[in-house]
């Protein structure tokens, strides 16, 4: 029977892209099926930080093992930015319209458009941990394309691509992008321990 791991996240999209990864290794389970009535804490000043922090609170609160994951968007001309803040880039609530928008906003007239989308995964079983880090590297086009997927998507075009994130399927997307580097990483790591 396959171990039960549970995700430290509330974003549908997240559970989807890494339990479609995961499923032959563990039964994933999400944060609906514990009871869970707080935001899981996330005050960190990097994506490291922030990664351990949600898996540690999950697995130590409910003594689960427990992967967490923590993403961003880096934009080189913006020394980095949105980066840890790619979530709430345009304040709260939580939007990824506005955050896109933004972005695109502070972005006109500038040519250099490469950017990087970032994940650090934290696995996180019998009180110790490994981080595991997956990056794409790519352009933020000027307009938006696209309807599939999440966030900055539509303006994120990866490397050697002609569409965007969200021109892509999910499987597409899963075969190069940040988190699915990551986890391949993990899948590596499970299967050496
Ligand atoms: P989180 O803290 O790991 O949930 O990610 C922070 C933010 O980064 C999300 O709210 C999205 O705006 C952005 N982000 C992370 N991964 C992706 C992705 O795969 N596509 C688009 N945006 C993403």
């Known amino acids: 029977m396959l171990p039960v791991l549970y995700l430290a996240t509330q974003n549908k999209h997240k559970v989807e892209e890494l339990s479609a990864l995961l499923q032959d290794n563990f039964v994933i389970r999400d944060l609906s099926t514990l009871s869970l009535s707080e935001e899981i804490p996330e005050t960190g000043n990097t994506l490291e930080e922030n990664s351990l922090q949600k898996a540690r609170y999950i697995a130590e609160k409910f003594q689960v093992t427990c992967l967490a994951d923590d993403s961003g968007l880096e934009v080189e001309a913006l020394d ?24 695109l906003t502070n972005l006109s007239g500038i040519t250099n458009r490469r950017a990087r989308f970032v994940t650090v995964l934290t696995y996180y079983a019998n009180g110790s941990y490994t981080s595991f ?53 993990f899948k590596n790591y499970l299967d050496k321990t």
């Open 133 to 185: 880090e997956g990056e794409i590297q790519g352009n933020i086009v000027e307009v938006p394309r696209g309807t599939q997927g999440f966030g900055y998507d539509p303006i994120f075009q990866p490397e050697n691509e002609t569409r965007t994130f969200a021109e892509m399927s999910l499987a597409e997307k899963n075969l190069i992008a940040h988190r699915a580097r990551a986890l391949e990483k």
């Open 80 to 103: 980095g930015a949105p980066g840890v803040f790619s979530a709430r880039y345009a304040g709260e609530p939580k939007n990824d319209q506005a955050n896109l928008h933004l972005l």
